[in-house]
């Protein structure tokens, strides 16, 4: 039953993120379940990731340097609680910064288009990440592909939540939010680092 549902809605937001969007909010799903596989998916997503950088050849130089150096090389857990308080922390500022901007959205529609958004985005890269393996000289073009999708979709999504009908108000609202996030996510990690090192200097 599931199923019948997702396969079409997942075509439809390749194709047409507007429509997909709209059958989102109409579905008016409980806000528990979307929480909940949103928790779910932010948590999947960042273990996945952590697992590709341990497999995965780091490239020499700098970039390498950054890449060792980020929270989830040495520490899935660690990566998994940021990208979940970032996506959580995300959601409320959509709605906030939405509705201080005159949008009608409810929590529930702003959770819902993230929440699928968010389900998409692991699908596309896992797709990506196996392509990557087989055929290396097509990853580059899928993910540039990937990438203006998902601004592209982003942007819509917020769009229709919010009842804007204004692809520049709505890009407004992402600019304001991703300001507000990296706010929130900088003193979010100031408690998380604390809380770890408090646990190892106890250990």
Same mark, same amino acid.
């Given at each position: 039953?599931? $199923?019948?549902?997702?396969?079409?809605?997942?075509?439809? $937001?390749?194709?047409?993120?507007?429509?997909?969007?709209?059958?989102?909010?109409?579905?008016?799903?409980?806000?528990?379940?979307?929480? /909940?596989?949103?928790?779910? =998916? $932010?948590?999947?997503?960042? /273990?996945?990731?952590?697992?590709?950088?341990?497999?995965?050849?780091?490239?020499?130089?700098?970039?390498?340097?950054? /890449?060792? @150096?980020?929270?989830?090389?040495?520490?899935?857990?660690?990566?998994?609680?940021?990208?979940? %308080?970032?996506?959580?922390? @995300?959601? &409320?500022?959509?709605?906030?910064?939405?509705?201080?901007? %005159? %949008?009608?959205?409810?929590?529930? +529609?702003?959770?819902?288009?993230?929440?699928?958004?968010?389900?998409?985005?692991?699908?596309?890269? =896992?797709?990506?990440?196996?392509?990557?393996?087989?055929?290396?000289?097509?990853?580059?073009?899928?993910?540039?592909?990937f990438i203006c999708w998902w601004l592209f979709?982003?942007?819509?999504?917020? +769009?229709?939540?919010?009842? &804007?009908?204004?692809?520049?108000?709505?890009?407004?609202?992402?600019?304001?939010?991703?300001?507000?996030?990296?706010?929130?996510?900088?003193?979010?990690?100031?408690?998380?680092?604390?809380?770890?090192? @408090?646990?190892?200097?106890? $250990?």
């Open positions: 039953m599931m $199923s019948e549902v997702v396969k079409p809605l997942f075509v439809l $937001s390749l194709k047409n993120p507007r429509e997909a969007a709209l059958g989102l909010v109409r579905l008016e799903m409980g806000t528990q379940t979307l929480w /909940l596989v949103l928790s779910l =998916v $932010s948590v999947i997503t960042s /273990l996945v990731l952590s697992l590709l950088l341990q497999i995965t050849p780091l490239p020499n130089g700098e970039m390498g340097e950054v /890449l060792a @150096s980020a929270p989830g090389f040495e520490n899935p857990l660690i990566m998994a609680v940021i990208q979940w %308080g970032r996506i959580v922390l @995300s959601v &409320f500022v959509f709605y906030w910064v939405g509705r201080f901007l %005159g %949008g009608q959205g409810t929590l529930g +529609d702003v959770l819902a288009v993230v929440t699928w958004l968010q389900l998409m985005s692991f699908g596309l890269m =896992v797709g990506i990440t196996f392509l990557g393996f087989a055929l290396p000289f097509l990853s580059p073009f899928a993910l540039l592909i979709s982003l942007v819509t999504y917020v +769009d229709v939540a919010h009842s &804007f009908g204004n692809m520049l108000k709505a890009t407004g609202v992402i600019v304001a939010s991703i300001v507000g996030v990296l706010i929130g996510m900088t003193l979010f990690m100031g408690v998380i680092g604390g809380i770890f090192v @408090s646990g190892v200097g106890g $250990s």
